[in-house]
């Protein structure tokens, strides 16, 4: 004969079990891929009532620690260009692991099932209603600077808008390249975004690589390689004209600004969603 264990009323004089509260604008990752030991992407869902324009950004984050005086936590929030175009049913964000960071040091342990913080209203610069029409667009980007870039070369008026589509990435490291090189070599493979975007107009598209210490085939500053004329004769185009050259650059504080000196003394006025005019900087997103 089985002995039966005798119900008791623990289960009913336990303490309730609470529900984890959820974060504030919460969404859900849905995918992590880290590239370096200092890079990773990630996606997630995507608020059902936001609109943004490919090249926006947001704000995004985590709860911080609870505050040893008054027990409360308090969101740490950053802004992230959105990686993925307009028409993507997620978001997906390119971010850099800052050990010591206040939130990538946490954000950079995110894992498939995890929510972050998610503010929904896009801004930003580097929008093509932020320059006048022309015939060839530039891309300047530095580390995850190529982020906006990776939105805006997945979206379809990036090609109405302009013959030729030119991206520059410059990073220390070959290895800080892969998630640019990757993103370009997979648009013009894969069938959905060939048959989205068109096959000619894939054929716009000029990479431009560079890196600063570790050797690959081209090395050296984009700035300087546009001083010397050898990334013009690299790419076999003539030197940027305010006539049919736009750029956008998004890339750390110092880049942006000497790329600022170089594209005015080329002729080039900087625009704004409120007076579009021949580039335009992303002066929010620090690399």
């Known amino acids: 004969m089985n002995e039966i264990t005798p119900v008791t009323d623990a289960a009913t004089n336990a303490e309730p079990v609470k529900a984890v509260p959820t974060l504030p604008d919460a969404q859900t990752v ?35 620690d609870v505050n040893p005086k008054t027990g409360k936590q308090k969101p740490l929030l950053r802004a992230y260009s959105i990686a993925s175009p307009s028409w993507d049913d997620e978001l997906e964000f390119y971010s850099i692991k800052v050990q010591d960071g206040p939130l990538t040091s946490k954000l950079q342990h995110i894992q498939v099932g995890d929510e972050i913080i998610l503010r929904p209203k896009p801004v930003g610069t580097l929008v093509h209603d932020a320059l006048i029409p022309g ?30 589509v030119i991206i520059t990435h410059t990073c220390r490291t070959a290895g800080e390249l892969t998630y640019g090189a990757e993103l370009i070599e997979n648009l013009k493979q894969d069938e959905m975004m060939i048959e989205l975007l068109g096959q000619e107009n894939l054929d716009k598209i000029r990479y431009y690589p560079t890196t600063t210490r570790e050797e690959s085939p081209k090395m050296g500053r984009i700035t300087d390689l546009m001083r010397s004329g050898e990334a013009f004769t690299d790419l076999g185009v003539d030197p940027i004209n305010p006539d049919s050259d736009r750029a956008m650059v998004c890339g750390n504080l110092a880049f942006n600004l000497e790329i600022k000196d170089l594209l005015e003394g080329y002729g080039l006025e900087e625009g704004a969603n409120s007076k579009p005019a021949q580039y335009v900087v992303e002066k929010a997103f620090l690399d």
Do not use: C, N
């Open 30 to 64: 849905t995918a992590v891929k880290h590239w370096t030991d200092k890079l990773f992407s990630f996606r997630v869902t995507r608020p059902s009532t936001m609109r943004f324009r490919s090249g926006e950004f947001v704000m995004i984050g985590l709860m911080g």
């Open 135 to 164: 015939k060839r667009i530039w891309f300047f980007a530095t580390g995850t600077g190529f982020a906006p870039f990776a939105s805006l070369l997945r979206d379809p008026q990036t090609y109405e808008d302009y013959d030729e």
